[in-house]
């Protein structure tokens, strides 16, 4: 079965800066894709960034400049790296992979941002 564990969340001052990881376990299939959605306290889970089989990526307007999406050659870690950090940058940070037909999801990794 296949899991997905995020890490590298914390509690930081605006202006600072986090990586984040997604480590993917148990996968008998390739991940063709991956990326991060936040939320928010009360509000949607919002698109954060992408990464597609060729590489590519795409960020949201809110994070472009500030935030990169990477990944490892093999494909089974993703990372968000976030600098110069807002407070409403603040939310639990989610990843997510496709396999095969199925996206799978993370538990969930906190953000919080303070002035």
């Known amino acids: 079965q296949v899991q997905l564990v995020e890490s590298g969340g914390g509690s930081v001052q605006a202006g600072s800066t986090l990586r984040l990881s997604c480590v993917a376990t148990?996968?008998?299939?390739?991940?063709?894709?991956s990326g991060w959605y936040r939320q928010a306290p009360g509000m949607q889970r919002e698109f954060v960034a992408h990464?597609?089989?060729?590489?590519?990526?795409d960020h949201a307007d809110s994070v472009k400049g500030r935030f990169t999406i990477s990944r490892n050659a093999a494909k089974t870690t993703s990372y968000l790296q976030m600098n110069s950090l807002k407070i409403e940058d603040t939310g639990v940070y989610y990843c997510?992979?496709?396999?095969?037909?199925?996206?799978?999801w993370g538990q969930g990794t906190q953000v919080t941002v303070s002035s």
């Open positions: 997510y992979a496709i396999i095969s037909k199925n996206t799978v």
């Open positions: 990464i597609n089989s060729a590489g590519r990526s």
């Open positions: 148990g996968s008998t299939e390739p991940i063709i894709a």
